[in-house]
T-cell receptor
Framework: ETGVTQTPRHLVMGMTNKKSLKCEQHLGHNAMYWYKQSAKKPLELMFVYSLEERVENNSVPSRFSPECPNSSHLFLHLHTLQPEDSALYLC??????????????FGPGTRLTVL | AQSVTQLDSHVSVSEGTPVLLRCNYSSSYSPSLFWYVQHPNKGLQLLLKYTSAATLVKGINGFEAEFKKSETSFHLTKPSAHMSDAAEYFCVVSPLSNFGNEKLTFGTGTRLTIIP
C-alpha cells in the first residue's frame, strides 16, 4: 500500500449514529490534515496535526472529533451529524507543516451521506 | 489575507487543442501558488507549484503555468489536450513564509471537459 489511504470510501449514516473515518499515510510524513469538500464550495481545512499534536482547528463543530495516535494514522470521529455535513472528506499528509513549501499528498476521500 | 478566484467554473475544449484555465489571486505576503487536479473518485494530485523561483513553472503531464505579479495571475496551460485531462482543477495560494501557520486557500475549481 502506498501514498495516502482512506477508509471507508463511502459511508451512509443517520443523524444519531457514531462512526469514524480512518486515514493512513505510508510516506513517512509528520503532518496530517482533514479537509471537507462540498459541492460548489472551496475545500475547507478542518484540522491539522503536526508531530501528532493538533495545530489547527478551524471552528469545526464539536460533532467532529479528530484523533492522531501516531504520525501515520489520523481518525475523524463523527457523532450526531446533520444532513449539511454530507460531503467528501479528504485526508492529506506532508513532510513538514509549512503550507507554502511542503506539498500535500491527498487520499481518495470518504463520501459521507447523512440521512 | 489571501484569496483565489478561478474565473471559469467549466471549460470545454476539443482533443488536441490548447487548454487555458484561469486563476487570479490576492495575498498580503509573497505567495506560493499551486495547481492541483482531481480525477473522479480520486484525491487531489499536485500538478505544479510556484515558490518564488522561475516565473514559468512546468508540471506533470505537459501542463505549465506562469506567475504574473503585475496581473496577480497564475493561469494553467497545456498546448494540446488529451482525453485523460478531463478532471477538476484547483488553483491554490499560500503565503511563502516559515512561521508555521500558513494555510492553503483553494479556489472553487474548474471542471475541464475534453471533446473527442
Amino acid at each position: 500500500e502506498t501514498g495516502v489511504t482512506q477508509t471507508p470510501r463511502h459511508l451512509v449514516m443517520g443523524m444519531t449514529n457514531k462512526k469514524s473515518l480512518k486515514c493512513e499515510q505510508h510516506l513517512g510524513h509528520n503532518a496530517m490534515y482533514w479537509y471537507k469538500q462540498s459541492a460548489k464550495k472551496p475545500l475547507e481545512l478542518m484540522f491539522v496535526y503536526s508531530l501528532e499534536e493538533r495545530v489547527e482547528n478551524n471552528s469545526v463543530p464539536s460533532r467532529f472529533s479528530p484523533e492522531c495516535p501516531n504520525s501515520s494514522h489520523l481518525f475523524l470521529h463523527l457523532h450526531t451529524l446533520q444532513p449539511e455535513d454530507s460531503a467528501l472528506y479528504l485526508c492529506a499528509s506532508s513532510q513538514g507543516y509549512l503550507a507554502g513549501i511542503n506539498e500535500q499528498f491527498f487520499g481518495p476521500g470518504t463520501r459521507l451521506t447523512v440521512l | 489575507a489571501q484569496s483565489v478566484t478561478q474565473l471559469d467554473s467549466h471549460v470545454s475544449v476539443s482533443e488536441g487543442t490548447p487548454v487555458l484555465l484561469r486563476c487570479n489571486y490576492s495575498s498580503s505576503y509573497s505567495p506560493s501558488l499551486f495547481w492541483y487536479v482531481q480525477h473522479p473518485n480520486k484525491g487531489l494530485q499536485l500538478l505544479l507549484k510556484y515558490t518564488s523561483a522561475a516565473t514559468l513553472v512546468k508540471g506533470i503531464n505537459g501542463f505549465e503555468a506562469e506567475f504574473k505579479k503585475s496581473e496577480t495571475s497564475f493561469h494553467l496551460t497545456k498546448p494540446s489536450a488529451h482525453m485523460s485531462d478531463a478532471a477538476e482543477y484547483f488553483c491554490v495560494v499560500s503565503p511563502l513564509s516559515n512561521f508555521g501557520n500558513e494555510k492553503l486557500t483553494f479556489g472553487t475549481g474548474t471542471r475541464l471537459t475534453i471533446i473527442p
